[in-house]
Structures are given as structure tokens and as C-alpha cells.
């Protein structure tokens, strides 16, 4: 089956979401879901796009996508590919559309003059882990994520307001 990986349009937005809810389901965090459809078509798609996708199809039909953004490495000097989600139908696993998307990504990276294309695993999800250190991808151990969120982004943000006055 013909595998092909396209960018993302508007008209793309009712897909995208459905596919970002089925990976938020393989990872056990559809709790974790809240985005507002129109409000994220508007970050992906309207003046100033945040981040980028592409979808990756079988045959012509959309099997998976992955979603990404510019970062940048003081240390390299150079902007870096960070990709937030990659997922592929569980029907389409195997058929090497998971290697391919992350293979476009790569190429968008060296095409972009980045210094790396890098992502977060789950530490649970040793099948992807398998996957992508077939693909040579290494671990991070050394580095622990962080993250401001809710309540406390809010406070930390009034916190800056009250100090700049």
C-alpha cells in the first residue's frame, strides 16, 4: 500500500482532533483532553501558526499525523524540531507509516538547518521505545521534564505582573 505524509490543512481540523483523542486514549490520558476545536484551528491554521502538522496516509486514507514545533538550542545555536504527538491508527501499525513520519520530520530538520529532532515517551510505552531506538533515537535519562500548568501557570504569571510594577 502506498504510503504518503502531507501537510495539514483547515479543512484537515475535525481529523486532526479525532486523532489527537485517539492517542490521548492509547496513552490513558483522555481525562487530559480539553482543547476547544476552533480555538487550537486557529493556533495550527490562523495568522501566527504555533505549531505544524502533517498526516500520514495508506492507499489515500489518513492513518496517522504527527504535530510539531520550532524550539531552539543555545547550546547548538540552532532551532531543533520538537515533535508533541506522533500517533498512527492501531490498524496501520507495522505498515511503516510511523517510520515514515518521523523520516519526513527528519528531513524537514535538515532541510530547516536544525540541530536535532527530539520528543517525549512515555516511560510505560516500551513498544514505541523498541520503535524509535530501531530508528536511532536515544534516551534522555539525564534530563527530567518539567511542567507549569493550570493554577500554578496562572499564579506564576501574576506573580511577573506584580513584580514588573
Same mark, same amino acid.
Given at each position: !500500500? ?11 481540523? *475535525? /481529523?486532526?482532533? %479525532? &486523532?489527537?483523542?485517539? &492517542?490521548?486514549?492509547?496513552?490513558? /490520558?483522555?481525562h ?11 493556533? /495550527?491554521?490562523?495568522?501566527? *501558526? ?12 489518513? %492513518? ?10 543555545t547550546?547548538?545555536?540552532? *532551532? ?27 528531513? &524537514? ?9 527530539? +520528543?517525549?515517551? /512515555?516511560? +510505560? ?9 530501531? &530508528?536511532?533515537?536515544?534516551? !534522555?535519562?539525564? +534530563? ?21 510594577v
Amino acid at each position: !500500500m502506498t504510503i504518503s505524509i502531507r501537510p495539514a490543512t483547515p479543512a484537515d481540523l *475535525p /481529523l486532526i482532533a %479525532q &486523532l489527537i483523542r485517539d &492517542l490521548a486514549e492509547y496513552e490513558k /490520558l483522555a481525562h487530559e483532553v480539553r482543547f476547544d476545536e476552533a480555538v487550537m484551528g486557529e493556533k /495550527l491554521f490562523g495568522e501566527r *501558526p504555533y505549531a505544524e502538522v502533517v498526516i500520514g496516509e495508506l492507499g489515500g486514507a489518513a %492513518q496517522g499525523f504527527a504535530l510539531f514545533f520550532h524550539n531552539f538550542s543555545t547550546f547548538e545555536g540552532k *532551532p531543533g524540531i520538537y515533535l508533541e504527538d506522533l500517533f498512527v491508527r492501531p490498524a496501520a501499525r507495522g505498515s511503516g507509516l510511523g517510520k515514515a513520519l518521523l523520516s519526513h520530520l527528519a528531513m &524537514l530538520a535538515v532541510e530547516r538547518d536544525c540541530a536535532r529532532l527530539e +520528543w517525549s515517551v /512515555l516511560d +510505560w510505552n516500551e513498544p514505541a521505545i523498541g520503535f524509535y531506538k530501531k &530508528l536511532g533515537a536515544r534516551l !534522555m535519562d539525564e +534530563w527530567t521534564v518539567m511542567r507549569v500548568d493550570g493554577t500554578a501557570l496562572q499564579q506564576l504569571g501574576a506573580a511577573a505582573r506584580v513584580s514588573a510594577v
